[in-house]
Nanobody, 123 residues
Framework: VQLQASGGGLVQAGGSLRPSCAASGGTFSRYVMGWFRQAQEKERDFVAAISRSGGVTFYADSVKGRFTISRDNSKNTVYLQMNSVKPEDTAIYYC?????????????????WGQGTQVTVSS
């Protein structure tokens, strides 16, 4: 499956952004989807994950209550609604697809990755 992330950009602290990730070449509803981020000179970190049906979601503590992951299986797209953003949210955001059954935050379990979209939060 191919993943194409978009919707990043520059936003002021306290603002909102909604990156999305479109999938093609596979049956989207068969994949757990996740968002990860990598800030400059740091490791890639888990942000959020959503089950195949969308009924189960997980979040990193750092974004819980501010970010919401969702998916539309009819559009083969997963979204990350980012509210009340902070400068420390600045990173490249990657979407990923996992063909397993368990909704996981372990990036080693994800089989496919998008190219990333830059999110920059100004203070």
């Amino acid at each position: 499956v191919q993943l194409q992330a978009s919707g990043g950009g520059l936003v002021q602290a306290g603002g909102s952004l909604r990156p999305s990730c479109a999938a093609s070449g596979g049956t989207f509803s068969r994949y757990v989807m996740g968002w990860f981020r990598q800030a400059q000179e740091k490791e890639r970190d888990f942000v959020a994950a959503i089950s195949r049906s969308g009924g189960v979601t997980f979040y990193a503590d750092s974004v819980k209550g501010r970010f919401t992951i969702s998916r539309d299986n009819s559009k083969n797209t997963v979204y990350l609604q980012m509210n009340s953003v902070k400068p420390e949210d600045t990173a490249i955001y990657y979407c990923a697809a996992d063909s397993g059954f368990i909704t996981t935050r372990d990036y080693n379990q994800y089989d496919y990755w998008g190219q990333g979209t830059q999110v920059t939060v100004s203070s």
